[in-house]
């Protein structure tokens, strides 16, 4: 089904309304959607690479909205949903062990996590369940989705459709050296700072 369920999404770049598609995609998939916005920008950016970086923008528009979205999800309904899955899987001291986690390095957590091939949706649902400050959620939100789709674009925009192939099938490697080299330019830049 998750299969068939690609296949469509990577169909719809051809669409006439393929911005709409995607940033109706990338709204839900911050929140439910199991497949990522990258199968629709991937394929619309090659095609149209003149248009990238708006394929970009409006891709992380919706992904952010739809992060706060997920962050209402876990905030509002944690405590009639979220805290009763928890206690079904027994996860309650794990749970108020990642809260604490949370507190102190919530902004890494969501940068991270909105930047890799983890689901984003674990994250904004967690996000509003731990409180964590909405606004520190948007500029992680917005600074990570925005680095992972315009580079994306970014490469497509310069490179055409043959690194379309290349980031298909090596997604999760270009994702990790790329939040090597963000993490290491944040390193870098407060050692030089400091």
Request: glycine share 10%; charged share 15%; hydrophobic share 55%.
């Given at each position: 089904?998750?299969?068939?369920?690609?296949?469509?999404?990577v169909?719809?770049?051809?669409?006439?309304?393929?911005?709409?598609w995607?940033?109706m995609?990338?709204?839900?998939?911050?929140?439910?959607?199991?497949i990522?916005?990258?199968?629709?920008?991937?394929?619309m950016?090659?095609?149209q690479?003149q248009?990238?970086?708006l394929?970009?923008?409006?891709?992380?528009?919706?992904?952010?909205l739809?992060?706060?979205?997920?962050?209402?999800i876990g905030?509002?309904?944690?405590?009639?949903?979220?805290r009763?899955?928890?206690?079904?899987?027994?996860?309650?001291?794990?749970y108020?062990?990642f809260?604490?986690?949370?507190?102190?390095?919530?902004?890494?957590?969501?940068?991270?996590?909105?930047?890799?091939p983890?689901?984003?949706k674990?994250?904004?649902?967690?996000?509003?369940?731990?409180?964590?400050?909405?606004?520190?959620?948007?500029i992680?939100?917005?600074?990570?989705?925005?680095?992972?789709?315009?580079?994306?674009?970014?490469?497509?925009?310069?490179?055409?459709?043959?690194?379309r192939?290349?980031?298909?099938?090596?997604l999760?490697l270009v994702?990790?050296?790329?939040?090597?080299?963000?993490?290491?330019?944040?390193?870098?830049?407060?050692w030089?700072?400091?």
């Amino acid at each position: 089904m998750i299969r068939k369920l690609y296949d469509w999404v990577v169909s719809l770049a051809e669409d006439p309304r393929a911005l709409y598609w995607l940033a109706m995609i990338s709204f839900a998939e911050s929140s439910f959607f199991p497949i990522p916005p990258d199968a629709l920008l991937v394929p619309m950016a090659a095609l149209q690479p003149q248009r990238a970086y708006l394929i970009a923008a409006v891709c992380t528009a919706a992904s952010v909205l739809g992060g706060f979205f997920g962050y209402a999800i876990g905030y509002f309904l944690y405590e009639s949903i979220g805290r009763s899955i928890i206690g079904f899987y027994g996860l309650e001291a794990a749970y108020d062990n990642f809260q604490a986690q949370f507190a102190e390095y919530g902004f890494w957590i969501v940068a991270i996590a909105g930047f890799t091939p983890i689901p984003y949706k674990l994250i904004t649902i967690a996000s509003g369940a731990a409180g964590y400050d909405l606004i520190m959620f948007g500029i992680a939100s917005l600074g990570s989705r925005g680095a992972r789709f315009f580079l994306e674009a970014a490469l497509l925009k310069y490179f055409g459709p043959p690194i379309r192939a290349w980031i298909e099938k090596r997604l999760e490697l270009v994702t990790i050296v790329s939040m090597v080299l963000l993490i290491g330019g944040f390193v870098v830049f407060r050692w030089l700072a400091g």
